[in-house]
């Protein structure tokens, strides 16, 4: 029932549209920044980036750009440092969600100290919680994917352990949240589609997300309980992203490099799932996605999109007629068949069809997986008991190795 459930929407100031990059000097202005530093990618520096700065700021900004993809704990750290012997008050992030990411906890650790480890979770670190505010900071996003910039999660690779861990505090969540779907245009194909895929899994994932109350601190009852889980708010932002993703995808695939139309389409398809699942969570596909970042080659876009149809598949008994209405917005078709099952098979093949209009990674054999990887890897995606939480339904070993199955090729 509407109202029986208190859910807090949680999101940055936003700006969107084509040309909003050119809005920075008044938004610098508008947070109070004296001083910005830059964190973006080698690649941004080439394509001219500092110049663009000077023009719209009218003067220089230090920089570091040492962004790695899919960032190591090392460059973050590296980051760090350079972000603290400037004398910068705000942290201005241009790039992919590699770059939004970086500069989430070069943040944290230039404002706190420590390392990267003293704030990620047992086993892998200490489990610090992030004490308090840090500086601000404008997310620009040039890939349309993550969404990284409206949330409050930053993801770092441990390269001792080959594994993604998550750092997440609502003190991370960027200051403003600057998208301009100009910055997408120059997104190789490639890119694009396993970027697309990340946001197609992002609004699929939070649509179904399993509604329960979590603890700001599990440990400490006398903190508030959190609602998670899908609500009336990203429910309908998660059905737009859907609808988006499937008018403009393929077009921003094969036609990105001129296409503003399908690419304006897909940054704001990305950044209403990061809303979604910034909110609700996420499932599955994520937490099975995580045994495959760190072992194997795969771009996180990629592992997520690789999981999605079969996640679908097997999350349908949860609830029928959202999967259903997956593949509704996505087609912009009625279900043609008759029975519930039938239908949620129907929207993982529709899912499956788009993958293979953008050349999207056919599987995960593809990929270098093997069957005797599977027991192992469905061990540890049981152990990403968070991602699981919202799963809507319940996930042991055989169910995660089953859909590790459906999806090898
Ligand atoms: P990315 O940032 O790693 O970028 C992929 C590649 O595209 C890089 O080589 C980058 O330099 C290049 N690139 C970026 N923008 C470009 C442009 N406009 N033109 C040409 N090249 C461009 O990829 P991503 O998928 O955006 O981010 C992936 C990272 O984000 C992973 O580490 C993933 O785990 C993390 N992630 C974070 C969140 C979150 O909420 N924080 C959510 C999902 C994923």
Request: aromatic share 8%; with cysteine; net charge neutral.
């Amino acid at each position: 029932m509407i109202g029986d459930t208190i859910w807090e929407f949680r999101s940055p100031r936003s700006k969107f549209g084509v040309g909003a990059f050119n809005e920075l000097k008044f938004e610098i202005e508008r947070i109070g920044c004296k001083k910005p530093f830059l964190i973006t990618t080698k690649g941004w520096i080439k394509r001219g980036l500092l110049d663009r700065i000077r023009e719209i700021l009218g003067f220089d900004i230090p920089y570091w750009d040492g962004v790695e993809p899919e960032p190591s704990a090392e460059s973050v750290e590296e980051g760090a440092k350079a972000f603290s012997q400037s004398d910068a008050d705000c942290i201005l992030a241009v790039g992919g969600g590699s770059a939004l990411d970086t500069a989430k906890i070069v943040n944290l650790l230039a404002t706190y100290g420590g390392t990267v480890r003293d704030y990620v979770a047992p086993p892998y670190g200490n489990g610090k919680p992030v004490p308090g505010p840090v500086k601000p900071m404008i997310a620009v996003p040039t890939t349309a994917g993550t969404g990284s910039e409206v949330t409050s999660v930053a993801v770092v690779t441990l390269k001792a352990e080959n594994v993604k861990v998550g750092i997440s505090s609502d003190y991370l969540r960027p200051t403003l949240a600057l998208l301009d779907p100009e910055l997408t245009l120059s997104v190789p194909p490639k890119i694009t589609a396993d970027t697309g895929m990340d946001a197609l899994t992002h609004a699929v994932e939070s649509y179904i997300a399993k509604p329960y109350w979590a603890r700001e601190k599990p440990d400490d009852p006398s903190k508030r309980p959190v609602y998670v889980g899908s609500y009336p708010v990203t429910e309908a932002l998660a059905e737009k992203a859907i609808e988006l993703i499937g008018k403009y995808l393929r077009r921003a695939v094969y036609w990105g490099q001129t296409d503003i139309e399908a690419r304006s389409g897909m940054l704001l398809a990305s950044y209403l799932a990061g809303l979604s699942f910034g909110n609700s969570g996420v499932g599955l596909a994520h937490a099975a996605s995580y045994p495959l970042g760190g072992r194997f080659k795969v771009s996180h876009g990629e592992a997520v999109g690789i999981l999605l149809p079969a996640v679908l598949e097997y999350n349908a008994p949860a609830n029928y007629q959202k999967a259903k209405r997956v593949g509704e917005l996505l087609t912009g078709t009625n279900c043609p068949e008759r029975t519930p099952e039938d239908c949620a098979k129907w929207a993982a093949d529709e899912i499956r069809k788009l993958q293979k209009d953008i050349k999207f990674t056919p599987g995960l054999e593809a990929v270098g997986v093997v069957e005797e990887d599977l027991i192992e890897m469905a061990e540890e995606t049981l152990k990403q008991k968070r991602l699981l939480a919202t799963n809507p339904r319940p996930v042991d070993v055989e169910g995660v190795i089953w859909v590790y199955k459906r999806a090898m090729r």
